[in-house]
Every structure is written in structure tokens, then in C-alpha cells.
DNA sequence: GTAATATATCAGAAAAAATTGATATATCAA
DNA sequence: TTGATATATCAATTTTTTCTGATATATTAC
């Protein structure tokens, strides 16, 4: 198994990233297929500039990408991003050597 | 594949309570095996009332579980709820029904 | 007993994140 | 052109989180 080594800060954005209910819903709904902006705030029920902060910090973690076609921005999951997220959390369930701080993740665990 | 449906709040606190370096530290040194308070502070260097700060955080969010012994307290990584957060994670990266808000966690994926 | 140690908790300060309402920009429709 | 729509951004505020220093509690050592 191949083993990469990742910085913490990286870690901590992800899952800041995922530490929001309104966020985990754009996630969610992400899973399914690129969405626009305007049909995540219908299913959302949030406030516009809201809903374009947040979709701001998943871009910014790299949960997510947009891109722009007319008035509508879509946006879709990033699928690296969560495999990656997935493959830290494995990682973080396994022992390593204590000396190490910097994170050592396992590498891809499933399909 | 089994499926177990979760709630967006249970997601958010562990994903919050794994969104900070210093816990993350704790929790990979933990992944190691149990440790005192003591151990952490000393590895990890943080002021006394910060790590116990931390801790709680961690706690409350069900990923570790402490005891006490004489003067120490030692702190254990929550097996089950690394899994939850690994299943989670596994989740999001997977398409469900749109109309479907609540998270539909899909069962483990790996031994 | 007294002193030292390990840890938790608390109050206040500081820092970071989130919300709101307003405004700006681009695009399209009429 | 005028007006409407989709979205982003900004400033001000509010809320939440984190940090610090002090103090409290329990345990053990002397």
C-alpha cells in the first residue's frame, strides 16, 4: 500500500469545511450531479449571500469546483477531495509511530 | 450493503471536533494507544488548560473516552467513532436520492 | 499534617467564523 | 434600451471558538 505523507493545516481545512450542516447539505445534494447555484437556494432555503459564503469555503478547501455558463454558476463535488478527506480519516483510525507528527496517510483503503 | 441514517449534527460536531491541529495531533498520537494527559502535553506542548480545552472537544464529540487512575487521566481513542466518521466521509462521496436531506450513511466499505 | 503534582474548570480577552443587508456585475429577455 | 435575474462581494454585526491565567480538586509523597 502506498503510503503519502500530508500536512495537517490541509486536514483541518477539509474538515472545517465539512463542519457545517449547510455545507454537508450542498455536499449532499452535490453528490448527485452539478448543481447551480439557484437550485441548491431552492432546496436550501438560505439566504443568497449566505449560501455563496459557504459554497466560497468548499471551494476554498477544495471540496469543491464552479464554473460559470451564462447567469448560472454550477458547481460540482471534486471527487479527489473527498477520497482524500476519506483516506485521512483512515489513516487517523491506524497507529503510526509516535514520534511522528506529520500525518502519514495509508493510501486508498476501498474501490 | 447495509444503510444506517444519520443525522447532519452528529456529522458536523465530528467533523468540527477533527478541524483543528492540535486535535488531530492528539488524535494520532492516541492511535497509538492510550496516553495520559501528562504524555500529550508534554509531545505536543500546548498550555495545561488549552489541551484539557481540546480534549473535552474531542470527548464530547465521542472520539475519545478518558478514565482516571490515581492522579492521571488517560485518554483512548473511540474505535466505533473513527469508523463513523470514516463512514461519513464514504458517504458523501456517493450519489443518493435528491430529495433526500437526511445523510444516509452506507455501511463500511473496508475491514 | 504540608507540599507537590495532575487535571479540570472558569471568567475574561482575543480571534475566527457566520449572518445580514446592501450593493456591484454580468447576462439575458423584452 | 430597460428591466429582471443569478451570483459574488463587502461592511457591519453577531455568534462561536479558542486562548490565557487563575483557581479549585483530588491524589500522592514527604
Known sequence: MTSVRIDLSRSTSIFHALSDETR???????GDGERCVCDLQAALDVAQSRLSFHLKVLKEAGLVS???DGRWSYYTLVPDAL???HDIVHTLASPRSAESH????????CG
Chains 1, 2 share one sequence.
Open 102 to 109: 506529520a500525518l502519514t496517510v495509508l493510501g486508498r483503503c
Open 24 to 30: 454537508l447539505a450542498v455536499v449532499q445534494m452535490l
Open 66 to 68: 464552479d464554473r460559470k
Open 83 to 85: 477520497t482524500e478527506a
